[in-house]
């Protein structure tokens, strides 16, 4: 019996392009779901991605996306990995470099995974880095090294501003919590509220967290825990009082 020809990272290529020739899936990601700076909101990427599709005719399968800090691990980045593992599509397409990687040693890594593997890489913006495993845009290297430093630059002035504040006695940390809808659930609860009608309440009235999210009844309880424990029912958040919510 004949010996398959190729090495075995060449044949599973070859098996990933009988399903997935001509096709990539989306990735994009933003640091938090409100982020609007530069363009690399999800709409402004989900739009640039999908134009850059046409443009170079790729059947664009899907767009998946990441929100969340970008030091911690991206599953939708690894999901996206293993779909064209898969034979899903033959690569991935995705906004500007500094997008992909979460610092310049992950952005090497995925760089050559990408070429040992013969998977495509196209960025919205900066066209073909990888093509089928081949390297297209040689100044790809430095593109990584200037997305690092311009990340450190970042970190920097952010920590320079923070220390700033600081000697200006700025007080640093969350914004102050509303203590006068605090009160409110807290007086709602002794009048025999469930904790989840106190949360749809203050979201039909438009109220929203810090954080800009819609109350939930674990939140109604912290708030009222703050103010006023025995409003609360004995169990903790996970216990009764939630529980008779």
């Known amino acids: 019996m004949a010996r398959p020809r190729g ?139 200037f997305a690092q430093v311009e990340r450190e630059r970042i970190s920097r002035r952010t920590k320079e501003g923070l220390q700033a504040a600081r000697k200006r006695g700025v007080t640093l940390g969350a914004p102050a919590r509303n203590t006068e809808l605090q009160d409110r659930a807290a007086a709602l609860r002794r009048q025999g509220k469930t904790l989840q009608e106190i949360a749809n309440l203050f979201n039909a009235e438009g109220h929203r967290t810090t954080t800009g999210t819609e109350y939930k009844p674990t939140t109604v309880y912290r708030m009222v825990n703050r103010v006023d424990p025995a409003a609360n029912p004995e169990g903790g958040h996970r216990g009764k009082a939630i529980a008779a919510a």
């Open 7 to 145: 090495t075995k990272k060449q044949r599973e290529a070859d098996r990933r392009l009988l399903t997935g020739a001509g096709r990539s899936i989306g990735y994009i990601r933003v640091s938090t779901s409100g982020q609007e700076e530069n363009g690399h909101s999800l709409a402004g990427q989900t739009e640039r991605l999908r134009e850059a599709a046409a443009r170079e005719g790729v059947e664009l399968v899907e767009i998946v996306q990441d929100v969340g800090s970008g030091a911690k691990q991206r599953d939708g980045l690894e999901d996206v990995w293993a779909r064209v593992r898969a034979g899903e599509a033959e690569g991935i397409l995705f906004g500007k470099t500094d997008r992909l990687g979460r610092s310049q040693l992950h952005l090497a890594s995925l760089v050559e995974q990408a070429r040992a593997e013969g998977i495509s890489l196209l960025s919205s913006d900066e066209g073909w880095q990888v093509r089928r495993g081949e390297l297209v845009n040689e100044t790809l290297p430095f593109l990584i090294a």
